[in-house]
């Protein structure tokens, strides 16, 4: 069973940086594409932020955070990291990586608990001076 752990969160000032990793066990994380997900505080909708498909010449970043966040992988070391720069109070959330054994998407909202069946436990990110 593919189990996933998300580090790298920390308190940032707005426009600071930050990058997560999110590393793989019991699986081979090179067969599965992944997705970083955000849950913001008080709220119960997921945002699909960046998907990386599985070796990595394929990206899907959400317009929100696109030329902000760059998702990367290194499949010999089992990790997807997300890179983010010039970070805002609005992406203050929990950060989540999720993997599916099938192509990098997005999906909607709702959709992602289902197309994703490997969650990580969360990493938080707060941003605020």
């Known amino acids: 069973q593919l189990q996933l752990v998300e580090s790298g969160g920390a308190l940032v000032q707005p426009g600071g940086s930050l990058r997560l990793s999110c590393a793989a066990s019991g699986g081979t994380m090179e067969h599965y594409a992944i997705v970083w997900i955000r849950q913001a505080p008080g709220k119960e909708e997921y945002e699909g932020v960046s998907?990386?498909?599985?070796?990595?010449?394929?990206?899907n970043t959400a317009d929100s955070v696109k030329d902000r966040f760059t998702v990367s992988r290194d499949n010999a070391k089992s990790t997807v990291y997300l890179q983010m720069n010039s970070l805002k109070p609005e992406d203050t959330a929990t950060y989540y990586c999720?993997?599916?054994?099938?192509?990098?998407?997005?999906?909607?909202?709702?959709?992602?608990?289902?197309?994703?069946?490997?969650w990580g436990q969360g990493t938080q990110v707060t941003v605020s001076s």
């Open positions: 998907c990386i498909n599985v070796l990595g010449q394929s990206t």
């Open positions: 999720a993997a599916r054994a099938l192509s990098c998407t997005l999906t909607t909202p709702s959709r992602l608990q289902f197309e994703y069946p490997y």
